[in-house]
């Protein structure tokens, strides 16, 4: 054999080795996410860097975690969704439903920086990791509100009339927030009818459905008076409008913004890479300052104007929020939607 025989030889071995290693790199991988400043941040703080360090693009699926759910079933033969953001309570449902993989600590590093309460486990598998922590609040236009609400219950009050919003069922605080009403007007447990009974009594502008249906009605003026996360609430004042957030005295409950692997997804090694991205201090600062979620990862530093607008506080830490335990609501959801559905949708 020539020399330049032995070198193409040499080269084309070379080639056959090389080229199942660069085969398992996909070009592209699905990550479904949330709209708005959230999807926004998600990109600026998690996917831009990772395509920088790997070469791999993102394409973002975008909707709430409901809708994220439903097409995760849909697709559970063949997923072509290989990340998905989905919030706290709506997490446990993926796990019930089998659509979510376990998150091996040997593929994600980083997982050893996070915070033990953002670790979801059932049994010896991790099906989800938390990536932030958010409240519900009460939020009001500071020009049209003259007076600070301190009550939950401030919402019924005339002058509040067509211009209140709260989230339906099908926002992932919607059936919690419903629990959490009766839980503050001492209701019986398990007994939704007076809850049920007093809602309906409100006159809302909107139940939304997504976070961005509520930004909406309070930027557009359509609500004056309302829930809102922490999030939407500081991103419109931050945007000069006159917008204020207040815990009320009868508190406010918070939950995380989780990540989860999808089972059966194709480009799983692409997929895990992702989600320790989104572990890193830098992402998880990065989505401190820019959606005010509590970091779910240790050693995070953030300014102190963003500090005093986290979930927790300026001083707090997760150990002051208030979590729920989902498990207790996803057993009443079904029932809690078919209420809304049947005495709120109609009215």
């Known amino acids: 054999m020539t020399r330049p025989t032995r070198l193409a030889a040499a080269m084309l071995a070379t080639t056959l080795l090389t080229a199942p290693a660069l085969a398992q790199q996909p070009a592209s991988i699905t990550v479904a996410w949330y709209g708005g400043n959230w999807g926004d941040a998600f990109k600026a703080c998690v996917a831009e860097p990772f395509t920088k360090a790997t070469g791999i693009a993102v394409n973002a699926e975008i909707g709430t975690s409901t809708v994220t759910l439903a097409k995760l079933q849909q697709q559970k033969s063949a997923p072509t969704i290989d990340v998905a953001w989905m919030d706290g309570g709506i997490s446990e449902l993926a796990l019930a439903a089998e659509v979510t993989d376990n998150l091996d600590p040997a593929a994600i590093p980083n997982l050893a920086n996070t915070l033990p309460e953002a670790i979801y486990k059932s049994g010896a ?171 779910s990862v240790k050693n995070v530093t953030v300014k102190p104007e963003t500090a005093r607008k986290l979930p927790w506080g300026e001083s707090g830490s997760v150990k002051n929020l208030q979590l729920f335990d989902w498990a207790e609501i996803n057993g009443l959801r079904s029932r809690v939607v078919d209420e809304w559905n049947r005495q709120i949708a109609r009215k």
């Open 125 to 295: 598998a991790t099906y989800a990791v938390g990536t932030g922590y958010y409240s519900l609040g009460l939020t009001y236009n500071t020009q049209k509100v003259k007076a600070v609400p301190t009550s939950w219950n401030d919402l019924w009050k005339p002058e509040f009339e067509d211009a209140v919003t709260i989230p339906s069922p099908a926002n992932s605080s919607g059936v919690p927030f419903v629990m959490f009403l009766s839980k503050i007007w001492g209701h019986p447990a398990g007994d939704l009818s007076p809850t049920f009974k007093k809602i309906k009594e409100l006159k809302a502008a909107l139940f939304f459905d997504s976070s961005g249906a509520a930004t909406n009605a309070y930027q557009s003026g359509e609500a004056i008076i309302g829930a809102h996360f922490n999030v939407g609430a500081w991103d419109l004042a931050d945007k000069g409008l006159p917008i204020g957030f207040v815990v009320p005295k009868e508190g406010a409950w918070a939950t995380d913004a989780r990540l989860h692997l999808v089972k059966g997804t194709p480009k799983k090694d692409a997929a895990v890479k992702f989600i320790n991205q989104a572990l890193t201090p830098e992402a998880s600062g990065c989505l401190a300052e820019k959606l005010y979620l509590g970091p």
